[in-house]
């Protein structure tokens, strides 16, 4: 059964249509790339399974349940994490804190006012953080992370509910070559292990065939092909929008 | 009711109308290209009244008060230029919040100029040579004056829409509005730029305050009374919509003119009092406004930068810092033993103002939002407290205990309809509730004793020596701020700091942001009341002042000087602002000046505050 | 003529926030030539272009114009000394009509530049003389597209940097784009052009950059790059 189904979505703004009736699937435990060149609407398309945009028509489903329109943090507790292109971790505490924060939020416990929040959960954000590869610097302040870092940083606290679809939006973006690998490796040894599904978008292609078990590929709005890496590599129509045949 | 009962009323709104509109256009200029509020505006308007009454003194006749007027708008738009290329244009690049508080000081050095050129007396000005009759219209008797500022509006509205559309100089400014990056791309230098709006927006403040002199006189008070008014204004019109600070203008003159005109109106057997409607009726207005139009009526969605999301790194308090609280605090038991009545006073006015601004703190900095009207929860806490021990007959210690819970109440009710809006947005809001709040305690006279305030509260016998007091103050002031640190430092903290430094990672993560911010209302005004109740009976007495926008402008100056970033630096700022007004007033009476220029000096020395900078200076090892 | 580049960046290096965008890009253009800087999505040509511009200080590297150093300095000095830019969003005056954006890129006359006027600029883009009052908020995203290039050649450069001039254009809108950029070629203006649409690319340029991941990994002719469907494959392709 599909984790996340994705049907007719469809998102306007103003005259443009950014997602024009886009519907795909995300098996459980299955890693998709979605991708395209810009403008294709990957990110409004991903915005609209993250929830930070509503669909104008469409809808999406979760485990069989609609979750259409759902806010982010309602997604969370369903079990969705996300990570973000530009790296979003809570600048003011230290690597752990940002960790703990989030293990907080998925305990239900961020209106408590009393306790110390350094305290609290801080062996499970330490386990975390072992995971990641991280836990040698857990108690730097995360503005000292190098850039790489903070995206393990990200990973981490996306872990701390567990997750059954993990949405990571251009997740190597700003990083150097190298660590590229590196990242993704991890996220597909943290998530294969548990059965998690992950949605990626990417615009480095080597780690898109390096990393994707299928393709969905967006231009202007339109899904125009899906499939196993080879098959799309090999589709006269994907190669036509990414060298250019409009001209 | 006739037209003939309104229309004299209707004219004179539509009088004031025409300055208000003028004041407005120029700060939201201001804003719309430099994106600095401008909290002197007010200021400048004042000067302008000032300048152009002093030359109506020295030269009689016509011209006299007409050139008086246009001198006072140039003089005006000298001083709007020597304030942006002495301050603003150095801190351009910096926080926001440091952008505001130079401005604040800005407000004190030119308030006490003001005192040592024109005296704290206020000053009438003459009446406009040639217009000083009254015409009959419907016979109503109409002051030929009012019908003159009424074409006002209208003209500097299309002069202004003319220098805006048909020169290179408006089509630049208009562009920079818009995307000030790429107008500098296209080889603008906006340098100069910034400098001409300053001096036009300054221009058209000092204009509205000089044509206003027939009709109000000149006094110290003007320059906040301004520039609430024109943020009100721009707001409901929308930050950076000239023909929204207009209508806006418009509107608020003509219901302020409609509640004077209607009086006490019986509705549903309530006899209404409209007439006492008019303090705060432009400040429902604009409540109501942002709640529908968050952007104001013409406004259109503009990135509105956070003001306070800063990026330093914030240590949780370790046992050192706990010991170290202990033992300040049995410092300051001690005190008493070794101070004398006069430092002892001094100190409960600390603590009192270390507990306001640690609880303003605590929603600047750990929830990000900056709050112009945070005295309303101090205030609100007063007359609580107050009204329990006079009029409910509680003991004093019981109305100390009740109050915060009363304030968290009243915070509830306010943090709902802030927590919608964001940035500037919504300090004006808080702004406004301040100001509503004010009005309340100036104008329910039954209750809250007017304009003379409420006298003779003073503590129970046992607390009732000064020392006794102050040991009471800080037995409460003490618990709260540690409270207020703890809360910030606990999971909650965390999740409201979270939702700060990056508001779509916490959503993601399953927290609700809103609400977190919603619920760090409550506690930031229990913070505020609870001292408001100690400030109260410290003083005996208490007026409607106690809940003005000074305080709340005093407030963000104390955090503000010592910085957000920091839990002590609000405390420190507390303790040296209190302190350096109560020294500077003893030796002088021009304490504002001496105040203003000591900000000034720190804002430009050091634009992190000033306990952010030394831990600057004096980095600690790592995180712990 | 000198044998200085028009426009020339050296090992620069460059950050949005924490993330490193440029890894030492190095790449020239001389006076005259027609430039594509080509490469997939995100990798670092429109901070490349922004860069050059001074609109992103570079933390390591040097640009020079015409052989003067410019980096450091901000982009209205960048601008005076003869560098146009076009951004990639477009970012017309959405409130200002068509001949207000026009006036903003006003600058007066250079020498050894091509020296334009509205009635020029409308004859190369017969569009906008149509529309002369309509805001810039109103028009198509072709429309508004001419309207960025109208207005920065309004600043009379020597060089102009147009980043992705084609994205999200119908086909008949870029060709009519191809067609002026060619104009302005011939009117002798250096041009250094971002693009993904490597075929609309090949039409209007003489040589190519390519970068990957931050990095030049490629400099050559277009007809060469044309020719080589390897070197296509490995940095363009999917």
Not at chain 2, 571 to 595: C, K, M, S
Request: charged share 15%; with cysteine.
């Amino acid at each position: 059964m599909n984790l996340l189904e994705a049907r007719d979505l469809e998102k306007r703004y103003g005259g443009v249509h950014a997602v024009a009736g886009v519907s795909f699937s995300v098996a459980a435990g299955e890693r998709v790339a979605l991708i395209g060149p810009n403008g294709a609407g990957k990110s409004t398309c991903f915005n609209l399974i993250g929830g930070q945009v509503r669909p104008d028509a469409g809808s999406v489903v979760l485990d069989g349940k609609p979750v259409t329109g759902m806010k982010p943090r309602a997604l969370f507790r369903r079990g969705v994490a996300r990570t973000f292109q530009i790296t979003a971790t809570f600048a003011s505490m230290s690597v752990v804190e940002n960790v703990q924060a989030a293990i907080a939020s998925h305990l239900g416990e961020s209106f408590r006012p009393a306790g110390s929040a350094t305290h609290a959960h801080r062996d499970a954000a330490l386990a975390l953080l072992a995971r990641v590869g991280l836990d040698a610097q857990s108690d730097r302040h995360c503005a000292q992370l190098a850039y790489g870092d903070s995206k393990r940083l990200e990973l981490a606290m996306a872990l701390a509910n567990a997750p059954r679809l993990l949405l990571m939006d251009e997740p190597t973006a700003g990083m150097a070559p190298g660590e590229r690998h590196a990242l993704m490796d991890l996220v597909t040894r943290l998530t294969a292990s548990d059965g998690v599904s992950v949605l990626f978008t990417e615009h480095d292609m080597d780690i898109v065939f390096a990393h994707a078990d299928r393709l969905l590929v967006l231009d202007r709005g339109r899904l125009i092909a899906q499939g196993a890496p080879s098959a799309v590599r090999a589709d006269p129509e994907v190669q036509r929008i990414y060298l250019g045949g409009h001209a | 009711m006739t037209f003939a009962d309104l229309a004299p009323q209707l004219v004179n709104g539509l009088a004031n109308a025409s300055t208000l509109f003028l004041l407005a256009s120029g700060l939201s200029l201001i804003f719309g290209v430099t994106r600095v509020v401008n909290f002197a505006h007010g200021s400048l308007y004042m000067l302008g009244t000032y300048v152009g009454i002093s030359v109506t003194e020295h030269v009689s006749g016509p011209l006299g008060f007409w050139g008086g007027i246009v001198v006072a708008g140039l003089a005006v738009a000298v001083v709007g230029v020597l304030i942006e290329t002495l301050v603003l244009k150095r801190i351009y690049h910096a926080p926001e919040l440091f952008q505001l508080l130079a401005t604040f000081a800005v407000v004190l050095i030119v308030k006490d100029l003001a005192l040592i050129v024109w005296g704290a007396e206020d000053i009438l000005g003459p009446r406009a040579p040639g217009l000083k009759e009254a015409v009959e219209i419907a016979g109503s008797a109409i002051p030929e004056y009012d019908l003159f500022l009424i074409a006002m509006g209208p003209v500097v509205l299309g002069l202004l829409h003319l220098l805006l559309s048909r020169t290179r100089w408006g089509v630049l400014v208009r562009a920079a509005t818009e995307d000030r990056e790429m107008v500098g791309a296209l080889g603008v230098n906006q340098a100069w730029l910034f400098t001409g709006v300053f001096a036009l927006g300054s221009l058209l403040a000092g204009l509205a305050g000089a044509l206003q002199i027939p009709r109000e006189p000149a006094s110290l008070n003007l320059d906040l009374i301004a520039i609430t008014d024109a943020f009100v204004v721009v707001v409901v019109g929308g930050l950076g919509s000239l023909h929204g600070a207009f209508v806006a203008a418009l509107v608020i003159g003509i219901v302020k003119a409609l509640c004077v005109a209607l009086g006490t109106v019986e509705v549903a057997g309530f006899g209404i009092d409209f007439t006492r409607l008019t303090l705060v009726v432009e400040f429902l207005l604009m409540a109501g406004t942002l709640a529908v139009r968050p952007f104001g009526l013409f406004g259109r969605p503009v990135a509105v930068s956070e003001p306070s999301r800063s990026v330093a790194a914030v240590v949780a308090p370790g046992k050192r810092f706990h010991v170290g609280f202990v033992i300040g605090v049995a410092l300051l038991a001690c005190a008493p033993f070794v101070v004398d009545e006069y430092l002892l006073v001094l100190g409960t006015d600390i603590l009192v103002f270390a507990l306001f601004a640690a609880s303003l703190h605590f929603l600047m900095g750990p929830g990000g939002m900056v709050s112009f009207g945070h005295a309303a929860f101090f205030g609100a806490g007063a007359y609580v407290a107050a009204l329990l021990v006079r009029q409910a007959g509680w003991s004093m210690l019981g109305a100390i205990v009740a109050t915060p819970f009363a304030a968290a109440a009243l915070g509830l009710a306010v943090g709902w309809f802030c927590v919608r809006l964001a940035g500037v947005y919504l300090a004006m809001l808080t702004l406004a509730f301040a100001q509503i709040a004010w009005s309340i305690a100036f104008q329910w006279d039954d209750v809250t004793g007017g304009s003379n305030g409420l006298v003779g509260i003073w503590p129970a016998d046992w607390a009732s020596a000064k020392r006794d007091y102050y040991w009471l103050t800080l037995a409460f002031c003490a618990p709260a701020v540690w409270a207020l640190w703890h809360v910030t430092h606990a999971p909650f903290g965390h999740a409201l700091r979270a939702g700060r430094d990056a508001p779509a990672r916490a959503e993601a993560l399953g927290i609700h942001v809103r609400r977190t911010r919603w619920f760090a209302f409550p506690i930031a005004a229990a913070g505020a009341g609870l001292a408001g109740a100690l400030f109260v009976f410290s003083k005996g007495s208490l007026s409607p002042e106690v809940m003005a926008i000074a305080r709340s402008v005093d407030g963000l100056v104390m955090v503000l000087l010592g910085g957000v970033q920091t839990l002590t630096g609000p405390v420190a700022g507390a303790a040296l602002f209190t302190w350096l007004q109560d020294e500077t007033l003893r030796h002088t009476e021009y304490w504002r000046l001496v105040l203003g220029a000591v900000i000034l000096a720190l804002v430009l020395a050091f634009p992190r505050g000033v306990v952010g900078s030394l831990s600057a200076l004096f980095p600690k090892g790592g995180a712990r | 003529m000198s044998t200085t580049p028009l426009i020339e960046g050296r090992g620069l290096d460059s950050f949005y926030g924490r993330a490193q965008i440029l890894f030492g890009v190095s790449l020239t253009v001389a006076r005259g030539e027609v430039v594509a800087l080509l490469g997939r999505n995100g990798a670092g040509k429109s901070t490349t272009l922004k860069t050059l511009m001074g609109l992103v200080p570079p933390k390591a590297g040097e640009v020079l114009f015409d052989g003067t150093r410019v980096h450091g300095r901000p982009p209205y000095a960048v601008c005076r000394a003869g560098l146009g830019y076009v951004p990639e969003e477009r970012r017309v005056f959405a409130e200002l009509t068509v001949e207000e954006n026009l006036e903003v890129g006003r600058r007066p006359a250079r020498e050894g530049a091509p020296h334009w006027t509205p009635p020029r600029l409308y004859e190369l883009f017969p569009n906008l003389g149509r529309m002369r009052d309509r805001r810039g908020g109103e028009m198509s995203g072709g429309e508004q597209q001419m309207l960025t290039i109208a207005r920065t050649l309004m600043g009379n450069p020597l060089a102009v940097l147009l980043d992705e001039p084609s994205e999200g254009l119908a086909p008949v809108i870029v060709e009519q784009m191809g067609e002026a950029i060619r104009a302005l070629k011939r009117e002798g203006l250096t041009l250094l052009i971002s693009e993904q649409n490597l075929r609309f690319a090949a039409s209007i340029t003489d040589r190519a950059v390519i970068l990957e991941q931050g990095h030049v990994r490629y400099e050559g002719a277009m007809a060469d790059l044309m020719a080589d469907a390897s070197v296509r494959e490995k940095y363009l392709s999917v």
